[in-house]
């Protein structure tokens, strides 16, 4: 597919079929992730996907839709900020922007493959490190069910380019 016609196509799904994404399709979404570019190549990230069926009332904890728990995976791509490449001159750490990016990668093959997501970021932190068991240190930084839509996009609305792209200064 078109580069550009899959951003146009991918949008966030809230509403999943319970049938269940086969072993090739999440190891190439899976893939994605792992190819994403991050700052010194640190990778300071972490991916863990969790099957929904069996675990609905714990995962129903961290976001409160009753989608989030339709789709038969959930995915938290958790940052580790001690891996991250810290920017000497700030002291800027690119983790959340390293997990960011993979969790792009990550969305986009899968609506390349005809998966669903939705990028979560207001979520109850909390409830995520208990559900997927994170150790001190690891932090969660988006979620997204990984399934089948059973909805239609509706229109996406963004900005024109003119409010958000300016030329040599500001």
Not at 17 to 26: G, H, I, R, T, Y
Not at 63 to 78: D, G
Not at 137 to 159: C, F, M, N, S, W
Request: aromatic content about 10%; charged content about 20%.
């Amino acid at each position: 597919m078109d580069y550009f016609d899959l951003i146009k196509r991918r949008y966030s799904v809230r509403a999943y079929k319970s049938d269940p994404v086969n072993e090739a399709q999440l190891a190439k979404v899976l893939e994605a992730a792992r190819l994403a570019p991050t700052a010194a190549n640190r990778q300071p990230f972490q991916l863990v996907v969790a099957h929904v069926k069996g675990r609905e009332e714990e995962l129903a904890r961290i976001y409160h839709r009753k989608w989030f728990i339709q789709a038969p995976l959930v995915i938290c791509a958790c940052g580790v900020p001690a891996q991250g490449w810290v920017r000497g001159a700030d002291g800027f750490n690119c983790t959340v922007m390293d997990v960011a990016i993979a969790m792009d990668h990550l969305i986009l093959a899968a609506a390349d493959l005809g998966l669903g997501t939705c990028w979560i970021a207001a979520f109850d932190v909390v409830a995520a490190c208990a559900a997927f068991g994170l150790p001190r240190g690891v932090e969660p930084i988006a979620l997204t069910p990984l399934g089948y839509p059973a909805d239609q996009p509706g229109p996406k609305e963004r900005k024109p380019l003119a409010e958000l792209v300016r030329y040599e200064r500001w």
